[in-house]
């Protein structure tokens, strides 16, 4: 009904229009998105179109932006590190790659966290990004800039992601939606840092979007050949799903207590399932949740089955070179004189304490592994559990220093592997986005993705920013 290069015209003038104030887009490359349009038009006056066209171009001229952290063609690849601002990707990641051959025009890149590792998407290469519904407040990490880009309606879909929360922490604190998949079918490589050794199996790549219908789509695209895993073709009825409400992770000293507004939101969702669907909504007390955060620093820093040793934060933060010294970096950042983020500089830190009680942490891998097994049994073939996407709204800019552990409501399903949808509820007395996680087990995705479409016409989805 419009042709491309008006849609892509569109979104440029957008960006230009609101990247000031939000700082979401570091990089773009809109001369070669404009060239790319007008090719997709040259193509489609050529010809009837057909499915055969659909089938090989399912997103034929859709506009995307790309996380930093990923190689995109001719971009900047820095992942916010200071000693990699002179990066510039010479190829494209492998999802990038898919994404482009099924024709999607990449606007450009956006920001993140220094080296992906911190839920506010601050760093010392390209400078904070702000939260379209408040500028004051946080977008979430590390796929923050995705967050706030497709909040403000400067993109279509976002490609993220997740090892402890990356595409849906930002999805909920900007009011979109975001999808984890299972583990181990979207490929990782071609971002920075990628992972390595134990950490292969919690890294997860997938879609940002403000509409739930284009997760599906997308998700298709970026698993290429391991779609069939997913189970995306089964259809899904809602009223035989078997729904399971947990209100907060059980009370962790680490861990701030789940807002009022984000209950009610959640008791909303219950009351909704239960008197349309018929359905009867079983609240469950997992007690292993309680040390979501535990379990995840232990998984994450233990050795793979081979017996390789996770990478250390304080050798990617040298990148290649010497490792960071984080007592030394700390002193300079004190005088103004690091080129480091005080997050990064504290996880440098913490990371040498996690190995200091080893059997301490063996015991938690093994909690883990057990709360794995649980969560499979409890969920099985057609459960879906709703839990809290975050215990609080989006933060005020630098508070998360304060609450560093809250990023455990997301973290704890990376290292169980557990298909995510990060589901936006509206927004809030203070005009924030509310929101929820829908988990299901191992290789359901479908389930979660065909809860959050139904969530979406009853709650109404993306709310565009200013409004209401």
Not at 356 to 383: F, H, I, T, Y
Request: proline share 6%; aromatic share 8%.
């Amino acid at each position: 009904q419009v042709a491309c290069i008006e849609v892509v015209e569109a979104y440029v003038e957008r960006i230009k229009e609101v990247n000031p104030l939000i700082n979401a887009v570091v990089k773009d490359r809109f001369e070669e998105a404009l060239q790319e349009a007008r090719q997709v038009d040259k193509l489609l006056s050529e010809g009837p179109v057909d499915d055969c066209l659909e089938e090989k171009f399912p997103l034929l001229g859709v506009p995307i932006t790309v996380k930093e952290a990923f190689s995109l063609y001719g971009m900047p690849n820095t992942s916010g590190l200071v000693n990699r601002r002179n990066v510039i990707a010479t190829s494209d990641a492998t999802v990038v790659s898919r994404l482009k051959q099924a024709g999607a025009i990449p606007l450009g890149v956006t920001n993140c966290s220094e080296l992906c590792m911190w839920y506010e998407s601050s760093n010392r290469v390209y400078g904070r990004t702000n939260n379209p519904y408040d500028l004051q407040r946080i977008v979430g990490g590390s796929s923050g800039g995705e967050g706030s880009v497709l909040a403000a309606a400067c993109s279509v879909v976002g490609v993220g992601s997740d090892i402890g929360g990356s595409i849906r922490m930002p999805a909920f604190f900007n009011g979109v939606f975001g999808h984890k998949p299972t583990t181990g079918v979207v490929p990782n490589d071609g971002q920075f840092p990628n992972a390595h050794g134990v950490r292969t199996s919690y890294l997860c790549t997938g879609p940002m979007c403000r509409y739930a219908e284009d997760l599906e789509p997308v998700l298709r695209v970026m698993a290429g050949p391991g779609v069939s895993k997913l189970k995306l073709n089964e259809k899904v009825s809602l009223e035989k799903i078997k729904f399971h409400c947990m209100d907060h992770d059980g009370g962790s000293i680490f861990v701030s207590p789940v807002d009022k507004e984000i209950l009610q939101a959640q008791k909303k969702v219950v009351e909704h399932l239960e008197s349309d669907l018929g359905v009867r909504v079983q609240h469950v007390a997992i007690h292993k949740m309680k040390y979501s955060f535990q379990i995840w620093s232990a998984m994450m820093s233990s050795k793979d089955s081979e017996g390789q040793e996770a990478q250390r934060f304080t050798d990617l933060l040298g990148d290649h070179g010497k490792p960071v010294w984080p007592l030394w970096e700390l002193m300079k950042w004190l005088v103004g004189m690091s080129s480091h983020t005080l997050p990064a500089i504290a996880l440098g830190l913490t990371e040498k304490l996690v190995n200091l009680n080893l059997s301490g942490k063996a015991k938690l891998v093994s909690m883990g592994k057990s709360l794995q097994e649980e969560m499979e049994a409890l969920l099985g073939p057609d459960g879906v559990l709703l839990y809290p996407s975050h215990p609080t709204i989006a933060p005020k800019h630098h508070s998360p220093i304060c609450m560093p552990f809250n990023f455990a409501y997301t973290a704890i399903f990376n290292v169980l592997g557990l298909p995510v949808t990060q589901c936006p509820l509206g927004l809030g007395s203070e005009g924030l986005p509310l929101g929820i996680q829908l988990v299901a087990a191992s290789y359901n995705d479908h389930l979660t993705l065909a809860v959050a479409r139904y969530l979406e016409k009853a709650f109404g989805g993306w709310v565009l920013p200013g409004e209401v």
